[in-house]
Every structure is written in structure tokens, then in C-alpha cells.
């Protein structure tokens, strides 16, 4: 199989499983890495010869604080990279005692201009240390699936995005010492993208669903045939559906909803109510789901920062229970600002008011003072916590002007109280 070869429609159980930073024990995991077991052993490849050599980034080019990482020069990521999905692992044999992984979503010159205006084009990976400095993969050109070519017909032949990357394993992977891999693991990523439809004059892909891959390296992928008629697994609504325009930026986790089922948060914009909101749906199988509808539009609230709606957000188990909660909030003016919400069940969410918790550079010349958004939170070992983000320019300067960096890049704040609310940038 290729790396963006296809399994066929599989009935049982692909679940995504344990978060390395928050990790859970349940029902569905237990069915899900028996499931992996299953897909796995049809001949995924694995990571054997996989080139590690890669180009660090020169810490001379940041372009202000919190910045870590930039589209790349020639490479397909060049124009735009995004959706920063990154997962931390112990591991004996680096200098710091740890690697980290990210995959992240990169656009490259190769795409179309015609194209929804995103970061999304193909899914890369990149390597770290100390989740600072990052290496680009070279192998490959560091892409791990791409837009699939090869099948006319799928719903992500023009351009791919990602939404998550869940690890299921025999064992608690935040304990492991993952020097020689123990135990046994399976990755699934959600995707989405979009194919050639034109909905509007000069603009094609926009009408996105949602996919799912499987690994059991993390590296090589292969994608799950999902239900829908292009192969994905959440399509669009119907007509007059709030989610019928597009669903994207899924995220899914384990036992929310009962012990038996997954819960896959998306994104879409309600054309009705005119604003980007949250919806929610559940499955036994990680590829079959059912809609519950929409859960969370923000505060509401005139003159606040999500007074636009919401969008991309990342979800984490609360120590103590609960689920918390950073999204992306949308202005009225189009600026983001990334927000904090709780639950008591990972449905209805409580914010935690009508400001955000981390907003744009106040320095107009800083690289991420047009907007900030997409938000992944990594658990560290004490109880601070750590946010990759993407971050914009402003609109009247220069993309890639002065040495800075183009339009989506990559940074990271702390929140060293383990509270959620106070960041800095690093």
C-alpha cells in the first residue's frame, strides 16, 4: 500500500483513541485498538528507512515572539501552513529525553489559486526536541498524505486539511518510554478537504467533508472509505441544514457521550444565522456518524470577540473531570482571537466571557498581529501548559515582507498556572 492508499469500507470500530497528554481507558479504545490490529496487519507500511535528516530552522528569521515555524522556501508548504497538531512522547534516546511530532496542514505553489484561500493543500510532519525548534521531514517532501489524485471521484481531490491526530496503545503513552516503541499503537488522523465543484465564480473547494486515516507509524497513511458517495466520512447537511454549506477542523474523542461512543466536534458556517459554529456528532465506529446538531456559538454577546461565531478549537479532559475548551472566535470586523470555555459533559459549554484569552500582537509589525487561531494545547509536566497556534499578519503589511513570515505560521504560548487563561507568548 502507498501512503495515501485507500482500506475499503471498514464496519468496526476505528475509533480514535488515547491523547498522549490526557490519557483515557474505555470501552470504545479497547474496540478500537483491536480494530487497529485488524487494519494493520493488511499490510500498512511501516517507518523502516524513513529519512530523519531535515532542515532546521534558523532561529535568526523569527520574526517576534512566540513564533517557531514558517512556510518553507521551495518546498509544498511554501505559500501557507496551518492546523498545528502536536503530540509530545518520552523517549531515552534524545538529548532532552522527549520527541515531539507535529503534523500540520501546508500549501505549496503547486496549488491552485482557484482554491479556498486556507492553508490546506497536504498534510506534513515535522520533528522536535523541545517543541521549540522544529526539523521539516525531507523525505517524501515531508508530506504524509496528500490530496488524493487518484481517485476522481473521492471528496478530497483538490485540497486536504487536518483536523486531528489520536494514538491508541496498549498502555498509558504518556508513562511509555517510546525509545523501542512498546506496546502496541495505531495513529488515525481526521481530515478534510475539498474537490473541483465551483460554488461560486472562481472559487472551487469549498464545499469540504471530513475523512479518516490510519497509521501505525504515524508517518505512512492509508485512508478509510467512509459512507458518504465521495468516500468521506460526515458530509454535508441538507439544504437549509445550518452545516450545508461545509464541515471541517473535526476533532474527535473517546467516552464523552456514553462509555460505547466517540464524539467528532466540527466546524461549519450557518448561512441562516450567519455565523461560524460548532456542531457535534457520534458513532460506534470512527467512520459512521450521526449529526446531534449544532452545541456552541459563542458567547452571543454584541461587541465580543466571537460575536462572529466559532470555528477550529481543541478539546482536553479536565484533571479533575469536565472538559475544557480554547476555540477560535470570529469578530464582527473578521479578526480572531482565540477564546476558553468549560463543560461539565462536552456538550453544553460555558465561556469564560466576551474577551479572549489570547488575542493578535498589539505590535502592529509583529507577525501574528492580523489574527490568531487554531489552537492545540499540550499538557507539560508540571502544571503549565503549552499552545501552538497559527498567527497572521496584518492585512496593510507586505506578506513575507522584511524577512518576516508569510501569511500562516506557526507559534507557541505558556500558561504556567495550568489555568487556561493567562498566556504568553514564548
Known amino acids: 500500500l502507498s501512503k495515501s492508499s485507500r482500506i475499503g469500507a471498514t464496519r468496526v470500530g476505528t475509533e480514535p483513541g488515547l491523547d498522549a497528554s490526557a490519557p483515557v481507558v474505555c470501552m470504545a479504545m479497547v474496540r478500537m485498538l483491536r480494530l487497529a490490529a485488524v487494519l494493520l496487519a493488511g499490510g500498512l507500511p511501516s517507518a523502516c528507512g524513513f529519512a530523519r535528516q531535515a532542515s532546521r530552522m534558523s532561529m535568526s528569521a523569527i520574526a517576534g515572539k512566540g513564533f517557531v515555524f514558517a512556510p518553507g522556501e521551495d518546498t509544498l508548504d511554501s505559500k501557507a501552513v496551518g492546523m498545528p497538531v502536536v503530540h509530545r512522547y518520552k523517549r531515552g534516546d534524545r538529548p532532552t529525553g522527549e520527541r515531539w511530532v507535529m503534523w500540520y496542514q501546508g500549501r505549496g505553489d503547486d496549488i491552485e489559486d482557484d482554491l479556498m484561500p486556507l492553508s490546506t493543500g497536504r498534510i506534513l510532519r515535522a520533528e522536535s526536541d523541545d517543541g521549540i525548534h522544529w526539523n521539516r521531514v525531507t523525505d517524501n517532501d515531508g508530506v504524509v498524505l496528500d490530496r488524493n489524485e487518484e481517485e476522481w471521484w473521492s471528496f478530497d481531490t ?64 492509508s485512508r478509510i472509505e467512509g459512507d458518504g458517495p465521495n468516500g468521506e466520512a460526515l458530509p454535508v447537511g441538507e439544504e437549509g441544514d445550518w452545516d450545508s454549506l461545509y464541515v471541517g477542523w473535526p476533532q474527535v474523542l473517546p467516552c464523552v457521550t456514553s462509555d460505547k461512543e466517540f464524539s ?5 458556517f450557518d448561512a441562516i444565522e450567519k455565523k ?64 476558553y470555555a468549560t463543560s461539565e459533559d462536552g456538550i453544553a459549554w460555558t465561556p469564560s466571557g466576551d474577551k479572549p484569552v489570547f488575542e493578535p500582537s498589539a505590535d502592529s509589525e509583529a507577525w ?22 497559527v498567527g497572521y499578519a496584518s492585512p496593510d503589511r507586505e506578506e513575507g515582507g522584511n524577512g518576516k513570515p ?21
Open 158 to 221: 483538490a485540497h486536504l486539511g487536518l483536523g486531528d491526530v489520536t494514538m491508541v496503545a496498549n498502555e498509558d503513552s504518556s508513562l511509555v518510554d517510546w525509545t523501542d516503541k512498546g506496546g502496541s499503537t495505531a495513529y488515525f488522523m481526521y481530515t478534510y478537504g475539498g474537490d473541483w465543484l465551483e460554488t461560486r465564480p472562481g472559487l472551487k473547494g469549498a464545499k469540504m467533508k471530513i475523512g479518516v486515516a490510519v497509521s501505525q507509524d504515524g508517518i505512512n497513511w
Open 276 to 339: 461560524h459554529c460548532i456542531g457535534m456528532a457520534v458513532g460506534t465506529d470512527g467512520v459512521k456518524w450521526t449529526k446531534k446538531g449544532k452545541i456552541f456559538s459563542g458567547t452571543g454577546a454584541p461587541g465580543a470577540f466571537d460575536e462572529g461565531g466559532v470555528s477550529r478549537r481543541h478539546i482536553i479532559r479536565g484533571i479533575s473531570g469536565g472538559y475544557r475548551m480554547w476555540y477560535e472566535g470570529v469578530s464582527k470586523d473578521g479578526v480572531h482571537s482565540i477564546g
Open 406 to 426: 508569510k501569511k500562516g505560521a506557526i507559534g507557541v504560548a505558556v500558561n504556567l498556572s495550568g489555568d487556561g487563561v493567562t498566556w504568553e507568548r514564548v
Open 368 to 389: 501574528d498581529a492580523g489574527g490568531v487561531s487554531s489552537p492545540r494545547i499540550v499538557r507539560m509536566g508540571d502544571e503549565s501548559l503549552r499552545m501552538y497556534y
Open 264 to 268: 467528532m466536534y466540527y466546524c461549519s
